[in-house]
């Protein structure tokens, strides 16, 4: 069995929603339909696979109600969310290294001129 899901215009009530889902359940080789007035979408189950699903969106759309096969484009979404966060915490880490690593030299820099540590390359540079 095929999944479909339509995004489906035309819907303004329960009504509407109803007679999409009796022009679907009428059809032949679909069923498990489900409609959505919100979302404006409409969802079914292809059980024979020699369906034409072009004369399904003609049967709805000369009942008024242009349809055409659902893109999700969600998951892209989701990709490019998850890589600006990626990317963020990258960021993020290259200052805290950045960040910790003027900390290490200005320590080693103030133990070597307090003569607390022999570093004569830092001790020669002056940090005040």
């Given at each position: ?58 049967n709805l759309e000369k009942n008024g109600f ?63």
């Open positions: 069995m095929k999944s479909i899901q339509l995004s489906v215009k035309g819907m303004k009530c329960g009504g509407c929603v109803s007679t999409v889902e009796k022009i679907l359940n009428n059809s032949d080789g679909i069923q498990n339909v489900s409609v959505n007035l919100l979302t404006e979408s409409a969802y079914f189950e292809i059980s024979h696979k020699h369906l034409e699903i072009e004369n399904v969106l003609d242009p349809s055409k096969i659902y893109i999700n484009d969600f998951s892209k979404k989701i990709n490019k969310q998850e890589l600006e966060k990626k990317k963020n915490w990258s960021n993020q880490w290259k200052k805290l290294t950045f960040a910790l690593l003027l900390l290490l030299f200005s320590g080693l820099g103030h133990l070597a001129e307090g003569k607390y540590i022999n570093f004569p390359i830092l001790g020669n540079i002056f940090f005040n």
